[in-house]
């Protein structure tokens, strides 16, 4: 039972150059949801999914755009990458826990846009 | 959704309890609160969470209080592993469909 798997795990890009970030989850969750972490900062949500085929904007959707083509995969897409987009990203999947909605996130994958 | 605060950082001696307090003075009634941490640049990993009652796992416990307006999480035995940022979080459960919203939390450093 791996949980929430993120690759790749380190990235380095230029400017403009674009790639995409897997999740992928084995819990057989509804949600799943992509953050940024940014250098001493909190975690803010970038978009989420309440369901296969469904997205979401978060707090800071701005310069990316998601897929949830199956409901085990969330992907991450950076058309046209910025350094402003160096950050670690989290990916998280949540499922009911006693009533609540309780994730479990990936390790993280971190970006570094040159 | 209910707004909370927390200290910035706190400092606990390691094999004693750590108690850490949050103020989620404008909760609802629907709303839980819940508790993750992050060590060092991994993943945020879920503690606890509880709705009107005092909740308690293997890792921690959780006292809300009577109005719901504070709760404290307790590392009833700190160890050095326990040296991380917790975050206190209110939302609705899963059914209200909405994600966590993560704010800066509390720093907590366990000392030898």
């Given at each position: 039972n791996a949980g929430v798997t993120q690759t790749p795990k380190f990235r380095v890009l230029k400017t403009g150059q674009s790639m995409t970030l897997l999740c992928a989850q084995d819990m057989n969750h509804e949600y799943m949801y992509w953050y940024r972490q940014d250098p001493?900062?909190?975690l803010r949500l970038i978009h989420y999914s309440v369901g296969e085929g469904t997205t979401a904007k978060g707090e800071v959707p701005d310069g990316y755009n998601v897929?949830?083509?199956?409901?085990?995969n969330f992907l991450l897409g950076l058309e046209s990458a910025a350094p402003s987009q160096t950050s670690v990203y989290f990916c998280a999947s949540s499922g009911p826990v006693r009533g609540a909605n309780v994730l479990t996130f990936g390790a993280g994958s971190r970006l570094t846009v040159l | 959704d209910a707004k909370t605060t927390q200290p910035t950082s706190m400092d606990c001696a390691e094999g004693r309890a750590a108690n850490l307090p949050c103020n989620h003075s404008?909760?609802?009634g629907n709303e839980y609160v819940y508790w993750y941490r992050q060590i060092h640049s991994q993943g945020p990993q879920y503690i606890i969470h509880g709705l009107k009652n005092n909740e308690t796992n293997e890792m921690a416990s959780l006292i809300i209080t009577e109005d719901r307006k504070s709760?404290?999480?307790i590392l009833p035995h700190a160890t050095l592993r326990d040296t991380a940022v917790y975050y206190c979080?209110?939302?609705?459960g899963y059914s209200g469909n909405t994600p966590l919203v993560f704010g800066k939390g509390t720093r907590l450093s366990v000392i030898a």
């Open positions: 001493g900062m909190g897929s949830r083509l199956k409901k085990q | 404008t909760i609802s709760s404290t999480l979080i209110v939302r609705v």
